[in-house]
């Protein structure tokens, strides 16, 4: 997954956090997650310039004895914050909820005075990421945070981005989303966020664009023969590059709609992108030419998993047939191997572009 790892932790502590202050899930059930491990948090008040706590479990048990009943992660620009005394980096915000009030925690990276001087080598690529939250603002009221019909999302992606959604591909996982922990121990993979009811479809809405986001970063890398860039024109490579913003920002959208779905959560919300990416599905309505489209993946269906091993099976039967039949001929005339092999160093020609 190539989303910021401060946003998937972001969206643990949101989501596990939210469980906690509920009393229904108990800190020792997850604070070893590994989305958390080699990293650190520090939650400070800018007024005070005060260093409130330096774990996350810290904060969420001083939370809990203020009365705190929930979190909810959001991008910054949907709340009117004044600058920050300090220089940093943030597009999110964690809010507090409490009965009467809500409070709103910038999360980002704390930008040092003093510029890095290649003089000296630097220690900090040695060590884990530091998660810095401010509490910036504290206002009167409930702030609601409407729940998600995850039907009606997974349709609207799959409208826009001409995909399965849920992909039916086996290799994406049909039951709880977790990132990519290979090297973490047993005890800590648990799923990005609390595995309910009301979220499974969420857990294969994140797993399908997770996929999908996995596949064209590999079908695009440079390193790759088959580099649809190569083949595009300019219409067709600035196709390519909106399909794969819409993607990234459907996942960032669905993480965050994820991380505030709990239940008992408010009235269902609308589904919506953001503006600089608006691509409304009920606008868009698949043709013949959008099946057509030069954006890889994008506008094909998968084909049933056994008539696409029937078909390989085939192929290959006729291709051995084929090397049966000329090996004779070749054995008797070795000369028309060259007529043989000219055919491939033409197409290895054309596929490199010499």
């Not at 080699?38 to 009365?67: E, I, V």
């Not at 964690?94 to 890095?116: C, K, L, T």
């Not at 970063?217 to 590059?241: I, Q």
């Not at 399909?243 to 609308?270: C, I």
Request: aromatic fraction near 12%; proline fraction near 6%.
């Amino acid at each position: 997954m190539t989303v910021d790892s401060q946003l998937l932790r972001s969206v643990a502590l949101a989501s596990y956090g939210t469980g906690f202050l509920r009393g229904e899930s108990p800190l020792e059930d997850w604070l070893r997650h590994g989305v958390f491990c080699q990293a650190r948090f520090q939650f400070r008040s800018p007024d005070q310039n005060a260093l409130l706590a330096d774990d996350f479990t810290l904060w969420l048990g001083s939370l809990a004895r203020s009365g705190a009943t929930r979190l909810s992660l959001h991008r910054s620009d949907e709340f009117e914050l004044a600058p920050l005394p300090m220089s940093c980096e943030s597009d999110f915000t964690v809010v507090v909820h409490f009965a009467e009030r809500y409070q709103i925690w910038v999360v980002g990276s704390e930008m040092a005075a003093w510029p890095d001087s290649y003089e000296f080598p630097s220690g900090k690529y040695y060590a884990g990421d530091v998660d810095s939250y401010w509490l910036v603002a504290e206002r009167p009221g409930p702030l609601e945070i409407p729940a998600t019909k995850w039907a009606e999302t997974a349709a609207a992606i799959a409208a826009d981005l001409e995909i399965d959604v849920p992909s039916t591909d086996e290799r994406v996982s049909a039951s709880a989303f977790f990132p990519d922990m290979s090297t973490k121990p047993e005890w800590a993979r648990l799923p990005l966020f609390l595995s309910l009811p009301r979220t499974a479809l969420a857990h294969r809405i994140v797993a399908t664009l997770d996929w999908e986001q996995a596949r064209y970063d590999n079908d695009t890398n440079l390193k790759n023969e088959g580099n649809p860039y190569l083949s595009l024109d300019d219409e067709g490579y600035r196709k390519l590059c909106l399909w794969a913003g819409r993607l990234d920002r459907w996942l960032v959208d669905v993480l965050l709609r994820a991380a505030n779905d709990v239940d008992g959560a408010g009235p269902f919300k609308q589904i919506r992108m953001p503006e600089e990416l608006v691509y409304r599905a009920e606008e868009h309505t698949v043709t013949q030419a959008s099946q057509e489209s030069t954006i890889p993946q994008a506008g094909r269906r998968a084909r049933g998993k056994w008539s696409t091993r029937l078909s390989y099976v085939l192929a290959f039967a006729a291709l051995s047939v084929f090397v049966v039949a000329i090996a004779h001929i070749i054995g008797a005339f070795p000369w028309l191997s060259i007529f043989l092999s000219l055919p491939l160093l033409l197409y290895l020609i054309e596929r490199r572009g010499l």
